[in-house]
């Protein structure tokens, strides 16, 4: 049996990998070895570890990493103790593989610890293009990967232009559209019947039947700084459109606590009866807000992704999802509250747009369990040329 | 004044990078701040922290981040901890950029810190190929790198390959070729004359007027438990040919004990009288001693570099270089002491090689200093496809 | 001059060595080093860093070390951090004594990396008996200490007896009277004039010329999984008292969010128009409100020691202030709405009590200084029996 | 069941704990945990780990702890890191109970873990006077332990003095001599027979049936900067004795490097031939030398212990063991070779001692084990005057 340890350090994250989780604990060749750490522990962020026991996983490891500060600097001494606590893990778990998600900084902790220890490291969503710190990383995990699963043919090419060799790198799609396919079995009004009441945050209930905007807005830790401003701008928009609107705060990157004193302070100060704020949505809420939401607004990448494969109409704001690869649901703005507007306004009156399937077909995970239990490339890597 | 400030992580990456220390000192513009981690302050690797201030050079910091045990874990739980650190040490300094040399596991620590941190990267030495986890560290590196100062041609066509824009991609060559130049001003027989009684070292007294070979043997990381028996072989090899031989002992990689180790049994058990040890010995003294030996056997980059410049003969044993670009200078063996012992045989027939400057001409550092006067790339990277 | 190095690690340690702070800098024979990490570096806690600055001092350095989740395992996890932390920063400045304050969990951090450093450590607020892990730690650091500044004279008695010699026990007061005394040379309601503009917090506006009630309850860390319910009795004595209430956030031990949860709980399902809560106010307009309370509750040390030396009627909660000395304007109660909301009904009855001087005569700063300046204690103590 | 933890951090701390394991594994209603850390995993202090297996025990956490450099710095360092270690440890193994021997520095680390996440304390060896920083962290353990196992009566009653409930305080004798008791139920020479063939070493065999000497000498951390000349003194005395001598390399503090410095210097100088030197001997050996050696010479403590318990003559040099209790077998001298040289003249003359049980008489670990199963401490302590 191969040991195959999954690390999931957020909510993003598990939503990225869970059907890839599913996948290999039903394998019947695979061993699934579960570990947690940064945002996926920490109450603030909804405690993603209990959303992972109730359905049903059994995490092996479960370790603390986050150093508060939320600058750049406890940014990269976060990732300096999950390496740390990484060695410490691996070292008693001796998985022979670990998976890693994406692009967040905490996965350079595992991704390092993994690739020192001699154990293979599988990476999946390496190749896109963003344009920010995100990409260095997604790049450099690539570098130590032995296997790849980009989430589009575009990042797959990507990756074997890197010098990756092509035997090991594998367009399954995403393993995000496997959630979205298999949720929108259910229907999206009645399994949003209960919001308000379920899952509380702040601010009035809002009448879902109508139009109403969805806003994720995360801070770009390159522009450190300069996060508090870019957020007003987006607020600005949507107190001139005055829609219903659903906002998520924001995740733990540097620059978070600007965004979120951002909305604070707005809120304290005009009261908007439009605007509820919710801290973390299961994902299943997320995916039928998705469905239903006239435009998605704010640097999600999930405007990127899911959308694409719902059809949904997005404005995407700034730099962060700069160049990954989009399909014609997207419109793309400047941080100026006059162009959000516009955008957003714009696709109202376009509506729903056609599925895309850019991002893969909903059938990732079972795919991704299926070639990790036949795939054994060397553990000493080379580059191609 | 740009703040430049140079990581130097042990006695290789001190002699790599000293050339630029110096002319970033003298330049007008820059401002030289120097950082000093894992083996470069330990007694056990030389102290080459007494070095650097011996040579005029005053660190800013210094610090301890090598948890012992020699082992894979804890070469990931070092990096953790050196990255723990480097943030906290960044944070204070304050630099514009930071310069890091080559691919050893602690280049990691430096590295992350500064890209988190919004600190420009520049990288030596990177886009060399050698099939060893070292290899996949220096691509990382490169990911993170806002400029590129690879040592020769062919690693800077990697580079750009890589995605990296080629405008900060720049082939200077090798510093190192800077101090061999400078050096090699000295007459070496003469610079030799009181080696065994200036730096002591255990085994018996050597005649350097007659053909010696110089050995230099590191651990492999990615041969984790195989190193004991490769330097065994390289040991039998020498046994037979009964050459007076210096060799050097291993850095402080992971396995670097078992080959300790087993240098430290065959001389209990064999009592050579034509070996001697030494455990450091001056960049200087290693100089001379590459321009006088018949032969450099092992597996340090310097036979592929330095060797190249000086015309040294070569015998390099097994992967650790696997794909470095080198010169005619060098045979290439595996781990079996019979191949070893021709090849030595074979470098001592044909005798010196001319000299060649695929590692560059011995100007590397004041260009170096130059570029990093003027050139100013943005903080947020984008791959070029 | 004796370098003299103060670790401030959050608000109430800000206030318990101030009057040291600018004794020591205003010495002639001592030079003054700060040092901030723990809660005095994040913005959650209201930033003291910004604070000292504008009180004119300058950190010599700065550390990130809480590990976020505000549990048991990440507090020790951040003490551990913080002593890494601590050991790099003392052996960049050198310091010849250590000043720590009190008890927190960070104090073990700099006391270790102090005393195994061989500084000598300065211990004020020591020899108190509370009955809880704090008071673990304050005995611990006592055991490290090399002096002993507590704050009354039944500590100094309590150190002596532990073993210390007598020679290096010195009662001087508690420091925070000197703040205190100093700052009520100011008209308290004109102080006050402006809290709720310059301050915000949450909650409505209060009329402070009106009795009213001040609330700081912080989490007691060996009744870790209590904390909500306790919070919870709290707010229902005030609830059904309905007095005008200033409240505080409790600070960061393991078990805090419980309480901020249980506040926050109540906040948004009785919207209380008597209650207003501050994250944090400056040292000085605490002593105001300390000065112009009806009655002061909840299990704050201030209760303890300002409110004797002002005369404030308080009612303490529970087992923090346990077994503190503590003069006649303290009522004790039990986690228990109505013995609560019965003792703040009795306090308002009684009104203001007479100044004792038990925990000093707000000279405690300069005293401590001029002995600093004279007294060298051995490095290598002993115990005296 | 109680889950008993026993922290392991080195060799002496085995020795010190070895009955206690066996006794809890033994025990109906108690489960035994082993962490092992510090030294204990190192190769270089003779892999303590592996002699732990070989004893039939089973560790459930292993983690690297130690920060190579070997000066005050790192101590307070590796501290720290196995704080962090530990916490994440003790999250996963839930005990009741965490067992701390002694007061070596890695001590606190796990002591602070337990205290901090309201894991129960035990110490053994608590309560003794050394006038070293050991003395200050063992009182510091005690007052975070909840049951105290001191080693004798002097102990016992110190540690009440200062201020621990005397329910919770039990002089059971020292573990250590329920090994030397059951050891010695063996014959000595028989048992050292192939000594030298077995345990290797450097230096010539010697004749153990003729009178020799055994020298154990550890750094004195407080004394840091010293311990070179220290040693060099008592080798002075060895060199004019000239007596068959075995001598032990020092454990892991600060300042161990100069000792071995010195050592090693001297023997590549006068080659003696009186002198072996042992990196470690199994605990077994070792009683056997101190059985028929004919003086005990340096500062380790199983010269007042054990050799208390065998009878055997001691030389105790220097402050390390200062103001332990111990029996008439002991001859106190300073640094000093004169000095050292007639006591150990003296101690020659007078052979061998009576046995004194001043340090128990064999059964503390079955003491101890019974004990804890029926123990139950509050978790929070307070001082008792």
């Known amino acids: 049996m191969r040991k195959i340890c999954v690390f999931v350090g957020g909510r993003a994250n598990y939503s990225s990998i869970k059907s890839v989780m599913s996948a290999i604990d039903c394998h019947p060749r695979l061993k699934l070895q579960i570990v947690l750490g940064a945002s996926a522990v920490l109450e603030r962020f909804g405690r993603v570890e209990a959303l992972i026991r109730r359905d049903g996983f059994e995490p092996d490891y479960v370790f603390h990493n986050i150093v508060e500060g939320e600058n750049p600097a406890t940014m990269a001494k976060s990732t300096g ?3 740390m606590d990484a060695a410490m893990v691996f070292d008693n778990l001796q998985p022979d593989m670990l998976v890693v998600v994406g692009d967040r900084y905490e996965m350079m902790s595992v991704t390092l610890a993994a690739a020192y220890m001699n154990i293979r490291v599988v990476h999946t969503m390496g190749g896109e293009v963003t ?4 990409e260095s990383i997604r790049h450099a995990i ?3 990967a032995h296997i790849h699963f980009p989430a ?13 060799d092509e035997k090991y790198v594998f367009n399954v799609g995403c393993p995000r559209m496997d959630l979205v396919a298999e949720e929108l079995t259910n229907d999206s009004y009645s399994a949003l019947k209960d919001l308000f009441v379920n899952y509380g945050g702040v601010g009035e209930v809002l009448d879902l039947s109508m139009p109403f905007l969805v806003v994720s807005q995360h801070a770009v830790t390159t522009e450190f700084g300069n996060n508090r401003q870019q957020i007003e701008q987006t607020l600005k928009a949507l107190e001139e459109l005055h829609l219903p609107t659903i906002m998520l ?32 949505l299961p994902t299943k809420m997320y ?26 109409p997005v404005v995407n704001i700034g730099t962060r999802q700069n160049k990954r690869l989009h399909a014609n649901n997207v419109l793309q703005v400047d941080y100026d509250y006059r162009k959000i507007k ?20 909903g059938t990732a995970g079972k795919k991704i369990a299926n070639i990790l239990a036949d795939c054994s490339p060397p553990v000493q890597k080379t580059i191609t040329y």
Chains 1, 2, 3, 4 share one sequence.
């Open 142 to 144: 690539t570098k130590f």
């Open 131 to 134: 344009g920010t710190i995100d």
């Open 342 to 361: 516009d955008a957003i306004i714009s696709q109202l009156e376009h509506g729903r747009y056609e599925r895309s399937n850019i991002y893969g077909d």
């Open 81 to 83: 103790l999950g390496l």
């Open 287 to 312: 995916i039928h807000l998705m469905n239903t939401t006239s435009c998605l607004v704010g640097n999600s990448s999930s405007g990127i992704r899911e959308c694409a494969f719902i059809g949904t």
């Open 249 to 280: 705060w924001p995740n733990s990157d540097a620059g978070s606590d600007d965004i979120s004193k951002g909305i604070r302070t707005y809120r304290e100060k005009h009261n908007p009866s439009w605007l509820h704020l919710f801290k973390n």
């Open 152 to 164: 589009n043919e575009d990042s797959r090419e990507r990756i074997i232009k890197m010098g990756e």
